[in-house]
């Protein structure tokens, strides 16, 4: 008995300290995180929330679509990655967990609600629920796992739309999204775009006592050079999400802004690519996960960049920016 209150005395003094993160196989040490893509997409129905479910598509038909790209982003040197696809939009728990299996890949998903394209991907509860209401779904998930698959979600996603005065629909999110934060310690990446949506989510995240620190402006790259550097030195994480061999050129212009304010250590780099479409499958070519790597690292290296930084931009910051720890105002 004794024992048994020691180890569990020792459990709960250590809690605050191992740094984890949260797969879908269950936690991983934040040291064996490994390259990191933190934000790609595997499948995403855009049908809506009064008609997306499981019996939309055929998890045999995706995963064998999926899996190839998977198996070279491994091959490049891809550790874990963040499927970015919330509820409602096509957040698939149980595919991730066999995708994740069969790869080797670490794979991270997420709780939370996606209020962007004109609130379609919105359940009604998040229309008739209370801030704390909805915090408790997202708590829960946390708590028990996703419906009945056991996954547990490793960061809050939500999306919001507008200018500098958000809905009142979008703030309930972005406040329910702040005290899910505090209660679990999962950090909140936010599609944003433009930086007056993400100055809006910020002032409602300091409303609410949580720190810049805990949220990720996604599509950051839609906002301008200036406010990558006003929100970085903040704490927040500068998400430039969309890149791909076309595009190398306009990111490259804002990774030197940002490293010359010595702000490369907020900056998390990925492709935002995929995915099997489930509304039409057959039009849509998937992009896959690499272009980072063949395209973008050269780039970076032929402007002077290091490997310390290459290290820094796939390894260090999303396993900063993700580890599960509660980031308060002080
Ligand atoms: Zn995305």
């Known amino acids: 008995m004794k024992h048994l209150l020691l180890a569990s005395l020792i459990f709960i003094g250590c809690q605050a300290d191992p740094e984890i993160l949260m797969t879908v196989n269950g936690p991983v040490a934040a040291e064996k995180l490994g390259t990191t893509l933190p934000h790609e997409h595997f499948l995403v129905d ?3 929330a009064d008609s997306t479910g499981y019996s939309r598509w055929n998890k045999d038909t995706v995963f064998a679509k999926v899996l190839p790209f998977l198996m070279e982003a491994k091959k490049a040197g891809v550790v874990t990655i963040m499927e970015c696809t919330p509820a409602y939009l096509g957040r698939d728990p149980e595919l991730l967990r066999r995708l994740s299996q069969k790869s080797g890949i670490n794979i991270i998903t997420n709780t939370g609600f996606y209020g962007a394209i004109q609130n379609k991907a919105l359940p009604e509860v998040a229309f008739t629920m209370s801030e704390d209401q909805l915090a408790g779904i997202w708590i829960n998930e946390w708590n ?3 419906e009945s698959t056991g996954v547990r979600p490793g960061f809050i996603k939500i999306a919001v739309a507008g200018d500098s005065v958000l809905s009142p629909l979008h703030e309930k999110i972005v406040r329910a999204a702040a005290r899910a934060h505090l209660a679990t ?8 775009g433009p930086e007056a949506p993400a100055k ?5 995240l300091r409303e609410e006592g949580v720190h810049p ?3 990720v402006w996604t599509h950051a790259q839609g906002g301008s050079i200036s406010a990558h550097i006003d929100l970085a030195r903040e704490g927040c994480w500068i998400s430039l999400d969309n890149i791909m061999r076309d595009n190398i050129q306009e990111y490259l212009a804002l990774l030197i802004n ?8 907020r900056v998390l780099i990925s492709h935002d690519a ?3 479409d489930v509304i ?10 690499t272009d980072l790597f063949i395209h973008l690292k050269p780039a970076l290296f032929d402007k002077g960049f290091t490997e310390e930084e290459w290290t820094l931009l796939t390894v260090t910051n999303p396993r900063e920016a993700y580890t599960i720890r509660t980031r308060r105002l002080e």
Do not use: C, M
């Not at 310690?185 to 944003?192: F, K, R, S």
């Not at 809006?200 to 409602?204: D, N, P, R, T």
């Not at 039409?280 to 896959?288: A, E, F, K, N, W």
């Open 213 to 215: 620190s805990a949220f």
């Open 144 to 146: 028990n796992g996703i």
């Open 200 to 204: 809006a989510e910020i002032q409602i």
């Open 280 to 289: 039409d499958p057959q039009s849509v070519t998937y992009r896959g996960y």
């Open 258 to 265: 940002l490293k010359q304010n010595n702000l490369l250590n």
């Open 46 to 48: 855009f049908i809506g």
């Open 274 to 276: 995929g995915w099997y």
């Open 185 to 192: 310690g999962l950090t909140i990446n936010a599609h944003t």
